[in-house]
């Protein structure tokens, strides 16, 4: 798919952004409008925002990490080794600011028992690369518990994840299985997200397969519920909005299936806050708990990945100023 052009129109109650092409993206809350951050990016995975708003991006397949705001961006991680995986070139995959504003990510592509979970400071600077696991690598989602510390990992490739435990002097231990989810025919965790006392997985499933959102006891692993969410094909990355609500993007099994899906955290009830893109691949919600970026990843290897980003459509001033208007009428009479 490519769009020669793009416009964004208001027409019954839904949010339509148009394009020259087979499909086009739907916002299905007249609240939001859609906008472009950033395009030209390479099979873009995880993002996450910082305190201060800035955004980070994995820039995948051309082996970055990209921080930035208001469109400007700019490596501050490079090198990062890229492979090929199922015809995909990934390097980076997860990406978390933690709770103490420092970096986190995982790389992906390379052999099971290579792959590394890297600790960096919000510039790039390097805190820590956690030693690898034999039964670990794809790392495609990480979150750290901000009461504990506690780090958390999925393993796409292994169908496990991993916890690592602060040591006291600023780094991690060793990393060791917290859940084996093959064990629950639950393939390819990806997206995770920690909600109160449950660590919340989402599940990337076998290509096209409708899987969805697990829960495990966030202290013990125990899985809670293995269909918190279903029917989401490819789900790929988890973040939760001011008001506690759930975002999940949907990969899709074709071109234009991906979805951005609001979700309920009490009953794993799912609406569709952004539909018709080409293949949703990160998920981040900003420190105003409303505005959201969103990766569109396109068709791979194509270098076309965009960075989207949903805000509040501003409240129209048309209001007070007829309010102000009819006050002078009246009082003139």
Not at 116 to 141: E, F, K, R, V
Not at 179 to 192: D, E, K, R, V
Not at 221 to 230: E, H, I, N, R, Y
């Amino acid at each position: 798919m490519r769009c020669t052009s793009q416009s964004l129109a208001i027409a019954t109650g839904v949010l339509l952004l148009s394009a020259a092409c087979a499909h086009a993206q739907v916002v299905h809350d007249p609240s939001y409008q859609l906008s472009t951050e950033l395009t030209g990016l390479g099979n873009p995975q995880g993002i996450d925002v910082d305190a201060l708003g800035n955004v980070y991006v994995a820039d995948s397949s051309k082996g970055t990490i990209l921080k930035g705001l208001a469109g400007t961006y700019a490596p501050i991680i490079s090198g990062i080794p890229v492979s090929e995986f199922f015809g995909l070139e990934i390097g980076a995959l997860a990406v978390h600011i933690g709770p103490d504003q420092t970096l986190w990510y995982g790389e992906g592509g390379r052999s099971t028992g290579v792959e590394q979970i890297h600790h960096t400071s919000l510039d790039g600077t390097l805190i820590q690369s956690l030693a690898p696991t034999a039964q670990g690598g794809n790392w495609s989602g990480v979150a750290v518990d901000p009461g504990s510390g506690r780090l958390y990992a999925s393993s796409a490739n292994r169908d496990r994840i991993f916890t690592s435990d602060p040591t006291g002097s600023g780094s991690y231990g060793t990393l060791a299985e917290f859940a084996n989810t093959a064990s629950s025919a639950l393939t390819s965790p990806t997206g995770i997200l920690i909600d109160g006392d449950r660590l919340l997985v989402g599940y990337y499933g076998p290509w096209g397969a409708a899987v969805g959102i697990a829960s495990y006891d966030l202290a013990t692993g125990a899985l809670l519920d293995d269909a918190f969410v279903t029917e989401i094909p490819g789900l790929t990355a988890l973040d939760r909005m001011g008001d506690g609500r759930i975002l999940a993007t949907q990969f899709g099994a074709f071109e234009g299936d991906g979805v951005l899906w609001l979700i309920d955290p009490a009953t794993g009830e799912k609406t569709a806050l952004v539909s018709g893109l080409t293949s949703a691949s990160g998920v981040a919600v900003a420190p105003d708990g409303t505005t959201i970026y969103l990766a569109d990843m396109g068709i791979a290897n194509e270098g076309e990945g965009i960075l989207y980003k949903l805000t509040i459509v501003p409240a129209p001033a048309v209001l007070p100023v007829l309010l102000s208007a009819l006050v002078c009428t009246r009082r003139r009479r």
